[in-house]
C-alpha cells in the first residue's frame, strides 16, 4: 500500500514537470538572426536621425561677412602715418584786441611758427606774431595733437610777450606786457612734407585781451 502511493507521487511530479518545462523554453528569447538585423536597422535609424539634425543645425547658424573696411580707415592704417618731428608754418589774419576796438580797420597780423617734439615726446611751439599797426608778440606753448592722420586737430597753451617798438628792451621788464595764450586749430596734410593749418587764438594781459584768426601752410621734416 504504501509502495503504491509513492508510485503515485512520483508519477505526479514527473508529469507536472513535464508540462511547465516547454513552456519555460518557449519564454526564453532566442537569438535570431531576425534580431540581429533589426538592431542593425535601428542603428542605421538612429544614425540618420543625427546626421539629419547635425544638418539642420549647420543650416541655422548664420555666419555674416566681415564688413569691408572704408578706404580711408585702410588708408589711415596702412598708408599714411605723421612721423615728422619738426614744421614751419607761416600763417596770417586777423586780430581784434581790446585796445584796438577803437580803429576803423582791424589790424592784419602774420605769423611765424616753429614746431619742434622734445626729447620727452611733448610738442612745443615757438612763434613770433606782428600786427599792421606795429605791435608785436613772442610766444611760446605746449601743443596737444589729438591724432597723426592727415587730419591733426590740436589745441595749445602757454605764455607770450607783447613787443612795442617805443618800449625798446623794456618791453621786457614791464608785467602788463606778458600773458597768457592758447589756441585750437588743425593741419591737414596735402602731401607728405606739406600742410594747410588753421587755427583761432586768443591772449589775456594784464591791460588787454586779443584774439586771432590765421590760416596759412606748414612745412614739415
Not at 507521487?9 to 532566442?30: D, M, Q, Y
Not at 611765424?112 to 606774431?129: C, H, M, Q, R, W
Not at 589729438?146 to 617805443?166: H, M, N, S
Amino acid at each position: 500500500m504504501r509502495t503504491r502511493g509513492i508510485l503515485l507521487f512520483l508519477t505526479f511530479v514527473l508529469v507536472c514537470s513535464f508540462s511547465i518545462a516547454p513552456k519555460a523554453w518557449a519564454a526564453k528569447p532566442k537569438p535570431t538572426v531576425e534580431t540581429e538585423e533589426n538592431k542593425s536597422d535601428l542603428d542605421e535609424s538612429a544614425r540618420e536621425t543625427t546626421e539629419l539634425e547635425a544638418a539642420r543645425a549647420a543650416d541655422t547658424v548664420d555666419i555674416a561677412p566681415a564688413p569691408p573696411a572704408s578706404a580711408r580707415t585702410v588708408k589711415y592704417q596702412n598708408d599714411f602715418f605723421y612721423a615728422y618731428r619738426k614744421s614751419l608754418s607761416a600763417l596770417a589774419g586777423v586780430a581784434s584786441s581790446s585796445e584796438t576796438r577803437n580803429e576803423t580797420n582791424t589790424p592784419a597780423m602774420g605769423t611765424i611758427l616753429f614746431s619742434f617734439v622734445a626729447p620727452n615726446l611733448k610738442t612745443y611751439e615757438a612763434g613770433a606774431d606782428l600786427l599792421s599797426n606795429g605791435v608785436g608778440a613772442l610766444h611760446i606753448s605746449q601743443r596737444w595733437v589729438l591724432a597723426r592722420t592727415e587730419f591733426r586737430p590740436y589745441f595749445k597753451a602757454g605764455l607770450g610777450v607783447v613787443t612795442i617798438p617805443e618800449d625798446r628792451l623794456a618791453t621786457f621788464i614791464r608785467y602788463e606786457n606778458f600773458r597768457l595764450q592758447g589756441g585750437t586749430g588743425f593741419e591737414y596734410s596735402v602731401t607728405k612734407p606739406m600742410s594747410l593749418r588753421f587755427e583761432l587764438n586768443a591772449a589775456l594781459s594784464a591791460k588787454a585781451f586779443q584774439a586771432g584768426i590765421v590760416a596759412g601752410g606748414t612745412w614739415a621734416w
